[in-house]
């Protein structure tokens, strides 16, 4: 079975939702811990939300140097597929695995919300389940999600297709040019700030047209790593 | 020169400054004669804060215990721990327990909104971990003074932000709460909270110091001199000459730290390695001894230079009193703290060694190789002073009671029944609270089931199974003013209903009563009156009082709030799966109003909101009625008769229809009709009373047989009063046949606007 590791470190909240997640897309979720240099020989890896290290300096950063990010950045750089979700994306942008910066939401506070995206970029290991352009919703928390970037920056990140998703409807905390998800250029290391864990069982997702809570378009984010693990094979 | 024991007894004439601290002429003397001579500085500052009416619940006491004397068996089936304790235990089967507590932190909270309401959340966590517990969810029942009020735009946002910033960093999700504005809470506002752990039954700890030679360890945050003073007043210039330092009264949070102890608490208590634990909280090391230890019924020695401090000049006296966040005590066998310590270690979460336990039935403190405390633990934290305070019935109540809203004109004519119902559904009681909500995360953990604006929250606790819980807060300080034994009832029979109608089936309370001034007879004589509605009501209900909290001195200047006696209503459901939501997602259900209307506009929305008036006397309470309709709702829910049910409280049978279209943006058509003939009212009343036992459910139209033979097996008054409909997007509506029509766009935009203002400011 196809072995997914989730960090946790100190101040991680949603490590064992992303093992949840793994779980039910068929795959073995792995813990991993940020004081070791061991990544239990995992296929993949997911870098979960949360406030590591309370967030203190700046989010993420101080995870960003961790032990075990170490190992990630390693593995990330030889191709294996890592996903950062929320903290986690805050965590790829501080380790210089994805560009750009993460600033608090323009409007000052935090915010929960069933959020629609675009997935822009159907061809990174994270998305390869998804349809081009295909719209979905997963859920969205977060204090400190403004994406921000240089305008050149932002001009490379859309012309090279490394924009990965973008906000529907509500741009909720002011990212420059509605970014909600980004992708390094060879499609392994993706980070994005909703929540695809929290949209993957039935009556604990977002609510849809169909039914209350019933959202699990989150769960193609898992299985599509699965199935590039096992294509990388 | 440090004021040791050996120091008390060879300077008995030495002044203290206890009535500075708070304690009165008698207290004191009753401290000298415990001891035989003077206290110590020490020992007066432990004896001040446990004796204080926040830790000793001295006014309280001699009517609490109607808690634990108004219980019969069948309600100790599920109790594995009742009052006293950090927060009480139930038992779900299955080898599952669950805890729960609500508790106040409503003056610091007007003080420094956004760190008294973070650490609010964070001492209610502390409690459901030291039971053994995960924390598992978090509730907010927050009383404000008036919506438009300048001060209300400073505490409010500083409260949500707090409780966003604490809960939010903990990764707990907040499934739930209530917001009510009264300018009777101006400055005074209150800040409840509730929090819910689940634990294996062998996982159980208690706050307990046994075994002789067993370790007392200190672990978590640093000691600093924050908090000091929170739990009585104490002015240190005034307490030793030499210190003239101000201490900030209101603690500093850091769910960081918390969220670390959490793990390592549970890291702790899996592996077997804690043989008692207690939270710090008020009173700090003062409370966490003295309580250890006389839980335990043994003694302890303590060496206090062992404390690992924030800031080394802090006096003894200080660091016993010291508040500070985020600390845990536990006691652990000596053969386990290498263990102990390398958990602690892998966490890096702070840790000493502080003493020991010891058999001799005495509390023993030492500083600098000084004994500066040296008492019997018990007259500390169990055996303070008990008060049996006068109390009377206001004079006033007569006046009030007489001043019936049924008086008052009510419409009939179509334009204004629906004026008064914008004007209802658009007022800041009423009004849609996602501008608060959606700063907490809801779905941290994975297992939030229902959260707000649902009636009740609820958690799943087994992802196997699908076994979880429902909770709701509620209580109405209007309805308190104008009776409190029945506006007790009322608070406990809303939130029954509200747990009730997502399909579960209660079986525990916790109270927060928050009242004005014991030493006010006329507050006392509410305070009595709401304890003993509580008590009589949850015996009658056959659901008891796992624990809670007395919040008194809610007053601004010499005028008390309202008799505001928050009720926690937990429910147990064998398959979260099977919840019910209180709005409609689908067209062409069939809408039914469960129980009778009566005209009790006393009290009501409808009479604060249009008429600006509060007297006459609160809706009849009829437990009986509550719990047959709650077994209706469970049994209903149970074969998955219902797509939605919402209980009717504050606002009536239009706020109810309102909410339950606005949930899912599903319109309905209603008619009044039958509702006026056979219970004799007028169209206002069926709209805006307050009647309670009611509901609303929608019934899918192929379960329709079923559930009107459900209703006629049970006997629970039952009519169809409409259909889920009213057109798509923006032709949805909530229409009442013959009267007036509500398109569902400017229906939200009313309900949305009272909120809207308040915006949190980044910067803090």
């Known amino acids: 079975m196809t072995r997914v590791g989730v960090v946790t470190f100190p101040g991680s909240l949603d490590d064992r939702d992303a093992q949840r997640a793994v779980r039910i897309a068929g795959g073995e979720p792995v813990a991993l811990w940020h004081g070791e240099h061991d990544l239990h020989g995992v296929d993949a890896i997911v870098l979960p939300g949360g406030f590591s290290y309370g967030d203190y300096l700046r989010c993420g950063a101080i995870a960003a140097r961790s032990p075990i990010m170490a190992e990630i950045i390693d593995a990330a750089h030889a191709g294996m597929p890592v996903l950062g979700i929320c903290n986690g994306f805050q965590v790829l942008v501080e380790a210089h695995l994805l560009p750009g910066g993460l600033i608090r939401n323009d409007h000052g506070d935090f915010v929960c919300r069933d959020q629609r995206l675009r997935v822009e970029n159907a061809g990174t290991a994270w998305t390869s389940r998804f349809e081009p352009g295909q719209e979905i919703t997963i859920p969205l928390k977060n204090g400190e999600g403004g994406y921000i970037a240089t305008d050149d920056e932002l001009d490379r990140l859309e012309g090279e297709g490394l924009v990965a998703f973008r906000y529907l409807d509500v741009n909720p905390n002011g990212s420059l040019r509605d970014i909600a998800g980004l992708t390094n250029a060879r499609g392994n290391v993706v980070g994005l700030m909703p929540h695809p864990e929290h949209a993957v069982e039935p009556g604990f997702g977002p609510d849809t047209p169909a039914a209350m809570s019933s959202g699990v378009d989150g769960l193609e984010f898992f299985r599509s790593a699965l199935e590039s693990v096992l294509a990388r094979a | ?764």
């Open chain 2, 1 to 764: 020169m440090i004021d040791s024991v050996a120091h008390a007894a060879s300077t008995p004439e030495r002044e203290l400054p206890y009535a500075a601290l708070g304690l009165k002429d008698d207290e004191f003397a009753r401290i000298r004669e415990l001891l035989g001579r003077r206290p110590t500085g020490a020992e007066l500052a432990m004896y001040s804060v446990m004796w204080s009416e926040h830790c000793s619940y001295k006014s309280s006491k001699v009517h609490l215990r109607q808690f634990g004397r108004k219980v019969d068996d069948r309600m100790r089936e599920r109790l594995m721990v009742g009052m006293g304790e950090n927060a009480g235990v139930l038992d779900l089967g299955d080898g599952w327990a669950v805890t729960f507590k609500i508790e106040s932190h409503n003056h610091p909270s007007y003080v420094e909104p956004f760190q008294g309401a973070a650490t609010g959340v964070g001492g209610i966590v502390r409690d459901i971990i030291s039971m053994g517990a995960r924390p598992v969810a978090v509730m907010d029942a927050l009383r404000f003074g008036a919506v438009d009020h300048p001060d209300t735009a400073r505490v409010l946002p500083g409260v949500v932000g707090g409780i966003s910033f604490y809960a939010n960093c903990l990764g707990l999700p907040n499934i739930g709460g209530e917001t009510w504005f009264d300018p009777v809470y101006q400055a005074n506002p209150l800040v409840n909270a509730l929090a819910v752990g689940v634990l294996r039954h062998e996982d159980l700890h208690l706050a307990s110091a046994t075994g002789a030679g067993n370790r007392v360890v200190l672990f978590g945050a640093r000691t600093g001199g924050d908090g000091i003073g929170g739990a009585s007043i104490l002015a240190s210039e005034s307490f030793e000459e030499n210190s003239g330092r101000k201490r900030p009264s209101v603690q500093v949070g850091d769910p960081f730290a918390e969220k670390v102890l959490i793990e390592c608490c549970l890291e702790l208590f899996h592996a077997g390695l804690v043989e008692g634990i207690q939270d710090l909280g008020a009173a700090g090391i003062s409370c966490a001894t003295s309580e250890l230890a006389a839980n335990g019924g043994s003694g302890m020695r303590v060496e206090l230079d062992a404390v690992l401090l924030r800031d080394p000049s802090l006096t003894p006296e200080e660091i016993l009193m010291s508040e500070s966040q985020e600390r845990m005590m536990a006691v652990v066998a000596p053969d386990k703290l290498d263990a102990f310590l390398a958990v602690t270690a892998k966490w890096e979460v702070e840790t000493s060694v502080l003493g020991e336990v010891t058999g001799d039935g005495r509390l023993v403190i030492t500083w600098r190789g000084e004994t500066i405390v040296d008492v019997d633990p018990s007259t500390v934290a169990v055996d303070g002073p008990v008060y049996e305070r006068p109390f009377h019935r206001p004079a006033w109540l007569d006046a009030l009671q007489a001043d019936t809203a049924g008086r008052l004109p009510r419409p009939a004519a179509g334009a204004e029944l629906r004026a008064q119902s914008l004007a209802l559904l658009g007022s800041a009681n009423l009004a849609d609270a996602s501008r608060i909500t959606s700063q907490y995360d809801r779905y941290v953990l994975g297992n939030t089931a229902l959260s707000s604006p649902d009636d009740a929250g609820m958690i799943r606790v087994d992802e196997s199974s699908g076994l979880g819980v429902a909770v709701a807060t509620d209580a109405n300080g209007r309805y308190g003013q104008l009776d409190p034994y029945a506006g007790a009832q009322l608070a406990l029979a809303e939130a029954y209903r509200n747990v009730a109608v997502t399909g579960a089936t209660p079986i525990g309370v916790s109270d927060c009563l928050n009242f004005g001034s014991p030493e006010n007879p006329e507050v006392m004589w509410q305070f009595e009156r709401a304890v003993t509605g509580l008590a009589d009501g949850c015996l009658e209900l056959g659901i008891p009082v796992t624990g809670g909290n007395v919040s008194f001195y809610n007053q601004t200047g010499d005028v008390p709030i309202h008799p505001t006696p928050v009720v926690a209503v937990l429910g147990m459901i064998d398959d979260v799966a099977r919840r019910v939501p209180s709005g409609w997602q689908d067209a062409g259900d069939n809408l039914y109003l469960l129980g009778t209307t009566r005209l009790e506009l006393d009290g009501s929305a409808w009479a604060g909101v249009v008429h600006d008036h509060l007297g006459g006397r609160p809706p009849a309470v009829d437990l009986a009625a509550e719990k047959d309709l709650g077994e209706l709702l469970a049994a209903g829910a149970h074969e998955g008769l219902f797509n939605a049910a919402h209980d009717l409280s504050d606002g009536g049978l239009i706020a109810a229809l309102a909410e339950g279209c606005l949930r899912f943006g599903v319109g309905a058509r209603v008619w009044l009709d039958d509702v006026l003939e056979r219970d004799g009212v007028d169209a206002a009343t069926a709209l805006f009373s307050e009647s309670g036992a009611r509901a609303v459910v929608a019934v899918p139209r192929e379960e329709d047989v079923k559930f009107t033979r459900l209703c006629e097996g049970r006997g629970v008054p039952v009519l169809r009063i409409g259909v889920t409909d009213g057109g798509a997007g923006s032709e949805a509506a909530l229409e009442v046949q013959g009267l007036f029509a509500l398109p569902l766009d400017e229906l939200r935009a009313v309900h949305t606007a009272p909120l809207a203002r308040f915006h949190h400011d980044a910067a803090h």
